[in-house]
């Protein structure tokens, strides 16, 4: 079984086609907000269809969110922690 690490040229294609993935699904995404923005009936279609779903799923939103910034602080205080560890082990 061949790994991508030992062939550069294969590593080189897996980035050409991500990158060309990328640039045609942003090129079809800014041709999709061009055709909607204009037609004003359905920005405002969009936008009511978007306030719903954010009112419907509120609560699950706001747990979820409320789970990232948890585990966003507890990554903060970890490497608070290591950082004093090897404060600590460097003054010894």
Known sequence: ???????????????????????????????????????????????????????KYRKEIISSTTRAVDAGKDFVLQQKENLEDIVAESKE
């Open 1 to 55: 079984m061949k790994h991508a690490h030992g062939n550069p040229a294969n590593s080189v294609a897996k980035e050409v086609v991500k990158g060309s993935i990328v640039s045609s699904t942003v090129h079809t995404g800014s041709r999709l907000m061009s055709n909607v923005a204009k037609h004003p009936v359905l920005v405002f279609g969009l936008g009511l269809v978007a306030g719903y779903l954010v009112y």
